[in-house]
């Protein structure tokens, strides 16, 4: 399997649907509007940090601020639970890695908000259970039920599931 990455940690809270299409290289993102203009705001935000950093060509970050602050640039937060995880999951790689005492922000430019994100020990024992849960969905030839949320309308892959 490839390795984790935060996408797969993304939509395991969206969808489990969106994650098994996306572990299996059924991928419709670079057609969806809300992704476009999700990467125009990322693009035209915090220009002066040095972005997207890629981390063993496993997880993207989108900037680190003083080597402690590890930064997520969102539109919204329509799916902030999902954006969290997402974030939580970086400081729990980059723990792995032997870096400690890092924190998380995500960044809503849009909003001018910004939330600050911690990992916990009990978020790195609900860790292994999402990793355990990526494993087995990769493997598997059955795609997971539609979830009928309102958030559905807007996905990448609506059309796959719903006509």
Not at 15 to 30: A, G, H, P, S, T
Request: aromatic fraction near 12%; hydrophobic fraction near 35%.
């Amino acid at each position: 399997m490839k390795k984790v990455t935060g996408i797969m940690i993304y939509y395991y809270f969206v969808c489990k649907r969106k994650l098994w299409y996306f572990v299996n290289d059924i991928q419709m993102e670079n057609e969806n509007e809300d992704v476009m203009i999700g990467k125009l705001i990322d693009e035209n935000s915090y220009e002066r940090q040095k972005k997207h950093i890629l981390i063993d060509e496993t997880i993207n970050v989108d900037f680190i601020r003083d080597y402690k602050v590890v930064h997520e640039v969102k539109k919204s937060r329509s799916i902030e639970k999902a954006s969290i995880w997402q974030l939580k999951y970086y400081l729990y790689y980059l723990k792995n890695l032997g870096m400690d005492n890092i924190t998380g922000e995500i960044d809503y430019p849009l909003l001018r908000k910004r939330e600050k994100v911690v990992l916990t020990e009990d978020d790195i024992k609900k860790f292994e259970e999402i990793l355990e849960y990526i494993k087995n969905i990769k493997e598997s030839t059955k795609v997971p039920g539609k979830i009928d949320n309102k958030i559905c309308k807007k996905c990448a892959y609506f059309e796959l599931c719903y006509i």
